[in-house]
């Protein structure tokens, strides 16, 4: 399996659009089949507009890396296959 995303690296969530850092690498089981899967801690902002740090874990494929600066990296072709 060839990760793309190393612990410490900064990535985006294709679907919510939340930014934050790598922390570990997990798995989910879905119909018998083995999905790798990444957990990033991100910082989000709640009703009252203050900031809190969470963790989200997803596919691995719903993730895409970005730059320290918050930047969207540029997407490879692999990015560009699962998209």
Excluded at 27 to 33: G, P, T
Excluded at 36 to 60: A, H, S, Y
Aim: overall charge negative; charged content about 20%.
């Amino acid at each position: 399996m060839n990760i793309l995303l190393n612990i410490g690296d900064y990535a985006c969530h294709r679907s919510t659009g939340n930014v934050g850092k790598v922390v570990a690498y997990g798995h989910q089981l879905i119909d018998s089949v083995y999905l790798p899967t990444l957990k990033v801690e991100v910082q989000v902002v709640n009703e009252t507009g203050m900031k809190k740090r969470t963790f989200i874990e997803d596919v691995f494929q719903e993730w895409m890396r970005v730059d320290q600066g918050g930047n969207l990296g540029e997407q490879t072709e692999t990015d560009l296959a699962i998209a």
